[in-house]
């Protein structure tokens, strides 16, 4: 895409991860995995976390750099505390698809 002139932006949360694999340009937020764009049920957060992002494909000049936005999740860092420490508390993995209800499944298997 950025070779024939289409800017990309790589969202992320994962700031070690960004800077290894290096992308065109990246906004970086600093929220638990999985809330690359804001807080569950807080419309209003996402959508100015999308506009301070969406602002880095005309501000990065630079090829490789992070745009830091400037929202924190909490007033205090404790939750990164308990994100990095574990235990795991996700649900199993299973080898075949699960679904949430049985119209879930019929649609899936319709599609196949």
Not at 9 to 14: H, Q, R
């Amino acid at each position: 895409m950025e070779a024939i002139g289409i800017p990309t932006l790589c969202m992320t949360s994962a700031l070690d991860i960004t800077h290894s694999v290096n992308p065109p340009r990246a906004a970086f937020l600093d929220y638990p995995l999985g809330h690359t764009t804001g807080k569950p049920h807080e419309p209003a957060l996402q959508r100015e976390i999308l506009i301070k992002a969406l602002e880095g494909l005309t501000a990065i000049a630079t090829p490789g750099t992070v745009l830091m936005l400037p929202f924190q999740w909490s007033e205090a860092d404790g939750w990164k505390e308990t994100a990095q420490r574990g235990p795991d508390d996700r649900l199993p993995r299973y080898d075949t698809p699960q679904y949430q209800n049985e119209d879930d499944r019929l649609r899936a298997e319709a599609a196949d």
